[in-house]
């Protein structure tokens, strides 16, 4: 009996782990937005796409608001955005976004990680020109009808990829189309489920079990740190 609670309670603790970090991103994502735009999701894209976000994770909503009041308030510095490039083992390439109050602890934790586990934090653009930033939006199934038609009007608004899973329907769009892309569901009145914007790579890197371990000992870790929004690579 005890044995099976210490795995349940493994699990347990596991899941919420996982809940405060989806928390906290969406905490961030929602004060940088109002820092950006202000309170009102009808001017602020930013802060609408945020708190649909905050929502996707089941967010409540004292929680949504709390962080939209805390950003609001001329005491709070806020958040900044930074972005971080450097090789994981083997010379798989990584890509680090963070959010942060506080760069150079930021980037000191990142830079440690980074040694710890046989990286290194490179310079602004050493890596990034391996990736293409595009933004990938969940939309709702039923909302769209036929699947097909509704691929072949995107296209002119820069839908690059759509994939229909059973009750969703996610699309791929270069980041720089992403606001036609949205002019054009909200024309539609299709109301996005979840919006990320991604760096995607251009190849993948192949590597032994072994390996990837190593990579993947390096990408838990660095997604652990609070400053730490996600993480991208490109191992196979």
Not at 173 to 201: C, H, R, V, W
């Amino acid at each position: 009996m005890g044995r099976i609670f210490e795995k349940r309670k493994h699990k347990m603790f596991a899941r919420f782990a996982k809940m405060s970090k989806a928390f906290n991103r969406a905490r961030k994502d929602i004060e940088i937005a109002v820092k950006a735009g202000g309170v009102e999701t009808k001017t602020n894209n930013r802060l609408r796409i945020a708190i649909q976000n905050a929502k996707s994770v089941n967010m409540p909503k004292d929680r949504i608001d709390a962080a939209i009041k805390r950003a609001s308030s001329k005491d709070t510095s806020g958040y900044s955005e930074i972005i971080y490039e450097g090789y994981g083992p083997h010379g798989v390439p990584v890509i680090v976004d963070c959010a942060t109050d506080n760069t150079t602890r930021t980037v000191a934790n990142v830079r440690h990680l980074f040694r710890k586990y046989d990286g290194a934090l490179g310079s602004t653009g050493s890596i990034s020109f391996m990736f293409e930033h595009k933004a990938l939006i969940k939309l709702d199934k039923a909302a769209i009808g036929d699947v097909e038609e509704f691929e072949l009007e995107m296209i002119d608004y820069g839908l690059e990829e759509l994939e229909a899973m059973d009750d969703a329907v996610y699309i791929y769009t270069a980041f720089e189309d992403f606001g036609s892309m949205q002019k054009a569901l909200e024309e539609k009145g299709i109301e996005a489920l979840n919006t990320e914007f991604q760096y995607i790579p251009t190849n993948y890197k192949e590597l032994n079990d072994e390996q990837q371990t190593e990579v993947n000992t390096l990408i838990e870790a660095l997604e652990e740190d609070d400053d730490v929004q996600s993480v991208y690579h490109n191992m196979q």
